[in-house]
């Protein structure tokens, strides 16, 4: 099982960027698939991004075309880089592992979670 730290997360304003990382140490990180998931203040836990273990890609509809996922196996770590950030994007964010390397936004196959990295997008 692959432990998780995120990193990268801080205060922006509105229109800025931020570019999270998480690594992964264990056995094994390039047969995982990755996600994203933010938590809002108030809100449930929902899914951003995620990465296949051969790079296949997807993105919640709020972020397409601002949030970029990519993975450097060799590094033991995914990132995610955010564009034109909107207070909405405001959470905290977590990554998570799913052994199977098979890209999901269902939060239920994921096996190993980071503790979290908290965005706040603000002027």
């Known amino acids: 099982q692959v432990q998780l730290v995120e990193s990268g997360g801080g205060l922006v304003q509105p229109g800025g960027s931020l570019r999270l990382s998480c690594a992964a140490s264990?056995?094994?990180?390039?047969?995982?698939?990755i996600g994203w998931f933010r938590q809002a203040p108030g809100k449930g836990r929902e899914g951003v991004s995620c990465?296949?273990?051969?790079?296949?890609?997807y993105y919640a509809d709020s972020v397409k075309g601002r949030f970029t996922i990519s993975r450097d196996n060799a590094k033991y770590t995914v990132y995610l880089q955010m564009n034109s950030l909107e207070p909405e994007d405001t959470a905290v964010y977590y990554c998570?592992?799913?052994?199977?390397?098979?890209?999901?936004?269902?939060?239920?196959?994921?096996?190993?979670w980071g503790q979290g990295t908290q965005v706040t997008v603000s002027s």
């Open positions: 990465i296949s273990s051969d790079r296949t890609t």
């Open positions: 998570a592992a799913d052994p199977s390397g098979v890209a999901t936004m269902q939060e239920g196959y994921y096996e190993s």
């Open positions: 264990g056995f094994g990180f390039e047969n995982y698939a």
